[in-house]
């Protein structure tokens, strides 16, 4: 499966700005925040387990700790609270 076909660049311009940054933190910085959040999404859609993740997403072991920082810190609630505040406007 290709990555574009993960998430269209619509929906990337929409979730883009709502992810954290690693400008300022010290260690390495984040991972392409595409590719990690496609592969994330990816897991989802079909159900593998993250050992079984397609290589184009990174390393798994990358995409499991991106999604569950994002839970612990709340950057899911904060996505999903705009998108449906989004969705209620439109």
Known sequence: ?????V??????ARLEPLL????????RPFR???QVLEGIVFRYRTGCAWRDLPVEFGPWQ??????HRFSL??????????????ADAA
Do not use: C, F
């Open 62 to 67: 990358t995409v499991w700790k991106r999604h």
């Open 73 to 86: 810190d709340g950057t899911w609630d904060r996505i999903l609270t705009a998108l449906q505040a989004r």
């Open 7 to 12: 998430l269209s660049d619509e929906d990337w």
């Open 20 to 27: 954290p940054s690693s400008a300022g933190m010290r260690g």
């Open 32 to 34: 392409d925040h595409r």
């Open 1 to 5: 499966m290709a990555r574009s076909a």
